[in-house]
């Protein structure tokens, strides 16, 4: 139960993360004819959902990365950890904007007119997913960027004295060394953080 929580707060955050793409493309696509003066006909509504079937579908994807987002907001609401100590802390919100430049931007190049390049595009999302979510990179989230999210890399001092090295936090706060933070765990050592305040 524990791993499906962890691996459905990933794929939240994957959903979350390709949300620009869903923006851009929507940006690019969307139909709708504007007409000024005489002569001017309303084309239909079965006519305006046709020309915008990609757009109306990028529509649906942002409203699921919406709630994911809402959801991520609201689980720290019911973290039950014992806050932990930062002992040494390093700031690595340059990832932000590998995972943007490196995943999300070249997608956009992709011909949204033909129906192979959008099965294609649907395949390889999914699978940039699977990746994703395998190999930890969930974090490097260039939407939540933009929601004032920041990265570190901190190694922290928890309860009867035990040490973590290498944890990743993803916080709204601003953290600095010998701050108590709060956390959920995502995973093993990418944790949601906010600072405790005093």
């Not at 109306?56 to 809402?70: M, S």
């Not at 806050?83 to 390093?90: A, L, Q, S, T």
């Not at 395998?134 to 999210?149: E, H, I, R």
Request: charged fraction near 20%; aromatic fraction near 14%.
């Amino acid at each position: 139960m524990m791993v499906e929580t962890m691996t459905h707060k990933k794929i939240g955050l994957y959903v979350i993360s390709i949300a620009l793409l869903f923006v851009f493309i929507f940006v690019l696509k969307v139909d709708v004819p504007i007409c000024y003066g005489e002569g001017c006909e309303f084309i239909g509504i079965s006519e305006l959902l046709k020309r915008n079937v990609v757009p109306i579908i990028c529509l649906v994807c942002l409203l699921w990365a919406f709630i994911e987002y809402k959801k991520f907001r609201f689980d720290l609401q019911g973290a039950t950890n014992i806050p932990f100590k930062i002992k040494k802390i390093e700031g690595v919100n340059y990832e932000h904007l590998t995972f943007l430049a490196t995943y999300v931007i070249p997608l956009v190049s992709f011909n949204f007119d033909s129906g192979r390049y959008l099965i294609l595009l649907g395949v390889l999302l999914v699978v940039m997913g699977v990746i994703y979510v395998k190999t930890d990179l969930f974090y490097a989230n260039p939407s939540l960027a933009l929601f004032g999210f920041h990265i570190y890399k901190v190694d922290g001092s928890f309860k009867n004295k035990e040490e973590r090295d290498g944890i990743i936090l993803i916080s709204l706060s601003k953290l600095s060394n010998s701050d108590n933070v709060s956390y959920i765990k995502i995973d093993e050592r990418i944790y949601y953080a906010e600072k405790v305040r005093k």
